[in-house]
């Protein structure tokens, strides 16, 4: 047979293990497939905006300069070509710098020199190839130079060609047209626009510790420029997923957490029950048992003296106290089991009344007459002088003495002193019970408190009880506001001190 650990293991192996393994693994599985699908939708949305921002760009960019060049041509329709009105339409457009006309021979036709010195060799020397195929290309609007010069064919008024040429304004590229185009661009992602050499030109915000997503040129507007998405820091598919992951795994381990307590808590609960089921059939022996030897003792002195075998007075005296004193015990435990019943019932009712002490106590001492001297006992009783009335079931509270008298008789060995005493202690009275008897583990303290709890289960030190006894003397205790508490030492005896209060709501309890 298996023992109950094996049992436990392999349920906890069955509760736990297997489905926690499952959970992990579909969580690790769909947690891969939701990464790879969100990496790819973030792209997917990055190539999107960026498309979207080189389209903005462009448009704005391509406006702005038509605009410009058409005020030009209209200008260069007029047939004059007078430097003041060239250079107010110059200086009328931020985002042109510096502009030139050529003739179709490459003379310089406006200005009249060179606004910037190094101007003479760009022209002359760098764009003088571009300058002639975009004549032979029949002047379709080319930018050159990285994105700084612009050039166009505008026509005279007789039809006359005249290339216009252009240097745009970098500052005014990246506030009138980049940050106007891009800064409203709605998006998660930050935007950047990189020049021919990869620089940043223009960044939506910091691009700091922003992760690079993807970059797509531009088009005429502006060539060998970029428009590129980075993701800002913590709003990646990675560092989503890693979020994501630690989510998982925190609930996972609250699952498990659960998963355990509850195993736990059932195995636990099973103990206790079947602990429980065991206590009850060993009360259900104990008590039968309990019943039957006084009931066979009073039946065979019964039969005896029937009979008329026993002609001696005294002898049938002695048969009769002890029919009488068996008949008592069977009250006593019937009693017991009655009120034990109705305690758990939440039927039992307390009387209280103003009770003298020591009357109480001797009366019920008197009970125990014939057990006390059969077994040899020495009884000393302490009652302290002018001990108050205390407010009690009277009923009760003898039968709860009874009871620590019984168990102070039944566990005593080969020193038989029983000590009752009664004393005030603090707001209350305590009256105590002692014997020299086998005495009770330290462990045990506690249990022996609990219902149908017997030290060693149903045969302790091979006396036999119900096992309900302490647990009847606590209820008592409990519904006089007061308490049962034990001091006991293994093979010296014990202590069972019953403290009750003597104000009618209970006192303070000492804590001693
Ligand atoms: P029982 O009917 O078994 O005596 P009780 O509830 O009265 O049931 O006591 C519970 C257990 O406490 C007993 O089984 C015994 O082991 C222990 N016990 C009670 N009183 C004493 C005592 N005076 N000395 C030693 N052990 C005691």
Redesign the pocket.
């Known amino acids: 047979m298996r023992s109950p650990t094996t049992r436990l293991s392999a349920l906890a192996l069955i509760a736990i293990v297997a489905p926690a393994t499952i959970v992990a693994i579909l969580g690790y599985v769909s947690l891969r497939q939701w990464e790879r699908s969100a990496e790819l939708l973030f792209r997917e949305q990055a190539r999107d905006v960026a498309a979207m921002a080189a389209e903005k760009v462009e448009m704005m960019l391509r406006v702005a300069e038509d605009a410009f060049l058409a005020r030009v041509q209209a200008q260069l329709a007029t047939g004059e070509t007078t430097e003041p009105a060239l250079d107010r339409i110059v200086a009328d457009s931020p985002l042109v710098r510096r502009l030139y006309v050529f003739e179709r021979d490459g003379a310089l036709l406006y200005p009249r020199a060179w606004r910037d010195p190094a101007d003479a060799a760009l022209f002359g020397e760098t764009l003088r190839p571009r300058l002639q195929a975009v004549w032979e290309r029949g002047g379709k609007r080319e930018v050159v130079a990285g994105g700084q010069v612009c050039l166009a064919v505008l026509l005279r008024p007789r039809g006359e060609p005249v290339l216009v040429a252009y240097v745009r304004d970098a500052d005014a590229l990246r506030r009138d047209i980049l940050e106007t185009s891009l800064a409203a661009l709605e998006s998660p992602t930050v935007v950047a626009v990189l020049d021919q050499d990869g620089r940043a030109v223009y960044a939506r915000s910091a691009l700091g510790r922003a992760e690079p997503v993807l970059a797509i040129p531009m088009r005429e507007g502006l060539p060998d420029w970029r428009v590129a998405v980075y993701a800002p820091p913590g709003a990646s598919p990675g560092d989503m997923v890693r979020r994501q992951v630690m989510l998982f795994t925190a609930a996972f381990g609250v699952l498990v957490a659960v998963i355990v307590a509850g195993v736990m808590l059932t195995w636990r609960l099973t103990r206790r029950e079947t602990e429980m089921a065991q206590l009850k059939a060993d009360f259900v022996a104990?008590v039968s048992h309990d019943l039957k030897t006084p009931l066979s003792v009073i039946r065979m002195f019964g039969e005896t003296l029937e009979m008329g075998r026993v002609p001696d007075e005294a002898r049938r005296q002695e048969y009769y106290r002890i029919i009488t004193h068996e008949s008592e015990r069977l009250s006593h435990l019937i009693d017991n089991v009655l009120d034990f019943s109705r305690i758990e019932g939440g039927r039992r009712r307390y009387d209280l009344a103003p009770t003298a002490v020591e009357p109480l106590i001797r009366e019920t001492l008197d009970a125990f007459a014939y057990p006390l001297e059969q077994g040899g006992f020495k009884v000393e009783v302490t009652v302290a002088p002018d001990l108050p009335e205390a407010p009690m079931d009277a009923e009760a509270i003898s039968q709860a003495l009874a009871?620590?008298i019984?168990?102070?008789i039944?566990?005593s060995d080969t020193d038989r002193v029983i000590a009752l005493e009664a004393h005030r202690d603090g707001e209350g009275i305590a009256l105590s019970v002692t014997?020299r008897?086998?005495?009770?583990a330290p462990g045990?303290h506690a249990r022996?408190?609990e219902k149908f709890?017997?030290?060693?289960r149903s045969e302790?030190?091979g006396?036999r009880?119900?096992?309900?006894?302490?647990?009847l003397v606590r209820h008592v205790a409990e519904a006089h506001g007061g308490r049962v508490s034990v001091r006991?030492t293994p093979g010296q005896?014990?202590r069972?001190t019953l403290w009750l209060p003597l104000g009618p709501g209970g006192g303070a309890c000492p804590v001693s």
């Open positions: 104990n009871n620590l019984d168990n102070a039944k566990y014997d008897g086998v005495g009770i045990e022996i408190f709890y017997r030290v060693g302790t030190q006396r009880g119900s096992g309900v006894g302490l647990a006991s005896g014990s069972f």
